[in-house]
């Protein structure tokens, strides 16, 4: 049986520590994913941050960590679309209520795997490029297939011009990245935001205009822009997103809007103090403020968690019928570009430190 290891969270606010961890064989509908790389996601940086505001059923000792690749070493009884020796990418969901919290978290040599959220790999992508993704692509397809959000088309590699257009406030970020391709591939026109130099990019993913958050117009701008077509919906991503994103929504008749982050950081906060209790009242106060908006102008906007597509249609259209074929094809580019911090778990603290020093348009990830 292999010698696993593991960065481990061993309690509220502390380092991970890196030490042996327990080697788990599958379940019969999973797979073990010696990993290769890992990425790091805020998710992570949170639940370190701050103790058991988030995620309070994890025990400590835990591991965190959603985004692998790797190759498969064991695979279970019903498992039908891997074997041993595949070069995969994976969504481990370790930190998810009703998982077994140790053995499918991600920062570990051996992770335990869902089939159903696993991806082949083609031979000519490295791990490092392809672990970018597993959370932000689900997250980004949650949010706009799911019939609780957007509830858009489903993307294919045939699928038409749909007429309609889609919004993506937050294009650089990793969910919104990934949400401009899905949305392309699913016949929408795009719109983004993102900084000037990320405008290029953008186009490149298939964004037909991307205008600069940052200035005083941007939403007279977007909203001339969709004049006289139909939105089906706005997706908001990154803090302080949600706010103009139902002002975008009012303002051209989209009636759906996907919050796929808080109105305020929570990643550099440490442990309950009263910057904490600041955060959450603003963040409470906000809500309020938002939802109020979109009661006036009869919007749905609703909170995006990205692991919900385990339970619907949502998850098997990614990982099975859409991302493979688009990955191995090229129609899908794994987005935005790794920034490789470090080799070997004990590189995994420093990319969380990494992470909440801040990044634009990169992924922090490890090498293992």
Same mark, same amino acid.
């Given at each position: 049986?292999? @010698?696993?290891?593991?960065?481990?969270?061993?309690?509220?606010?502390?380092?991970?520590?890196?030490?042996?961890a327990?080697?788990? /064989?599958?379940?019969a509908?999973?797979?073990?994913?010696?990993?290769?790389a890992?990425?790091?996601?805020?998710l992570? @940086?949170?639940?370190?941050?701050?103790?058991?505001? *988030?995620?309070r059923?994890?025990?400590?000792?835990?591991?965190?960590?959603?985004?692998?690749?790797?190759?498969? !070493?064991?695979v =279970?009884s019903?498992?039908?679309?891997?074997?041993v020796?595949?070069? !995969?990418?994976?969504?481990?969901?370790? *930190?998810?209520? =009703?998982?077994?919290?140790a053995?499918? +978290?991600?920062?570990?040599?051996?992770?335990?795997?869902?089939?159903?959220?696993?991806?082949?790999?083609?031979?000519?992508?490295?791990f490092?490029? %392809?672990?970018?993704?597993?959370?932000?692509?689900?997250?980004? %397809?949650?949010?706009?297939?799911?019939?609780?959000?957007?509830?858009l088309?489903?993307? @294919?590699?045939?699928? =038409?011009?749909?007429g309609?257009?889609?919004?993506?406030?937050?294009?650089?970020?990793? !969910?919104?990245?990934?949400?401009?391709?899905l949305?392309?591939?699913?016949g929408?026109? #795009?719109?983004?935001t993102?900084?000037?130099?990320?405008?290029?990019r953008?186009?490149?993913?298939?964004?037909?205009?991307?205008?600069?958050?940052?200035?005083?117009? #941007?939403?007279?701008?977007?909203?001339?822009?969709?004049?006289?077509?139909?939105?089906?919906?706005?997706?908001? &991503?990154? @803090?302080g997103?949600?706010?103009?994103?139902?002002?975008?929504?009012?303002?051209? +008749?989209?009636?759906?809007?996907a919050?796929?982050? /808080?109105? &305020?950081?929570?990643a550099t906060?440490?442990?309950?103090?009263?910057?904490?209790?600041?955060?959450?009242?603003?963040?409470?106060?906000?809500?309020?403020?938002?939802?109020?908006?979109?009661l006036?102008?009869?919007?749905?906007?609703?909170?995006?968690? +990205?692991?919900?597509?385990m339970?619907?249609?949502?998850?098997?259209m990614?990982w099975?019928?859409?991302? /493979? %074929?688009?990955?191995?094809? +090229?129609?899908?580019?794994?987005t935005?570009?790794?920034?490789?911090?470090?080799?070997?778990?004990?590189?995994?603290q /420093?990319?969380?430190?990494?992470?909440?020093r801040?990044?634009?348009?990169?992924?922090? #990830? &490890?090498?293992?």
């Amino acid at each position: 049986m292999p @010698t696993n290891t593991a960065a481990w969270l061993d309690g509220r606010y502390s380092e991970l520590t890196v030490r042996p961890a327990p080697y788990t /064989p599958p379940g019969a509908s999973d797979l073990v994913i010696r990993n290769r790389a890992l990425a790091i996601n805020p998710l992570d @940086t949170i639940k370190q941050s701050s103790g058991d505001f *988030m995620y309070r059923w994890l025990p400590y000792p835990m591991v965190l960590g959603e985004d692998v690749a790797g190759e498969v !070493v064991e695979v =279970g009884s019903a498992v039908t679309r891997f074997r041993v020796g595949d070069r !995969v990418l994976a969504y481990a969901v370790g *930190m998810e209520k =009703g998982r077994n919290h140790a053995a499918e +978290g991600g920062f570990q040599h051996y992770t335990v795997a869902r089939e159903q959220l696993t991806s082949p790999l083609p031979d000519t992508m490295a791990f490092e490029d %392809a672990v970018v993704l597993p959370l932000a692509i689900s997250t980004a %397809a949650t949010a706009l297939f799911q019939q609780n959000h957007l509830g858009l088309r489903h993307p @294919t590699s045939t699928a =038409g011009p749909t007429g309609q257009a889609v919004v993506v406030w937050g294009g650089a970020t990793s !969910v919104g990245s990934n949400a401009i391709q899905l949305a392309v591939a699913a016949g929408y026109n #795009v719109v983004t935001t993102a900084s000037p130099h990320n405008h290029e990019r953008m186009r490149a993913l298939g964004a037909s205009r991307a205008f600069d958050y940052a200035s005083p117009t #941007v939403l007279a701008d977007i909203v001339a822009a969709l004049h006289g077509m139909t939105v089906a919906g706005v997706l908001a &991503v990154g @803090t302080g997103s949600a706010e103009p994103s139902v002002a975008i929504a009012a303002a051209t +008749g989209a009636k759906r809007v996907a919050l796929a982050s /808080p109105s &305020v950081s929570f990643a550099t906060l440490r442990g309950v103090n009263l910057a904490f209790v600041r955060a959450m009242s603003l963040l409470v106060a906000g809500n309020v403020a938002l939802q109020a908006r979109c009661l006036v102008h009869g919007i749905r906007a609703r909170f995006v968690w +990205g692991s919900s597509l385990m339970t619907n249609e949502v998850g098997p259209m990614l990982w099975e019928d859409f991302l /493979p %074929a688009a990955l191995a094809e +090229g129609r899908y580019l794994p987005t935005p570009a790794a920034e490789v911090v470090g080799r070997g778990l004990e590189q995994v603290q /420093p990319a969380l430190d990494a992470l909440r020093r801040g990044v634009s348009a990169r992924k922090i #990830v &490890v090498s293992l």
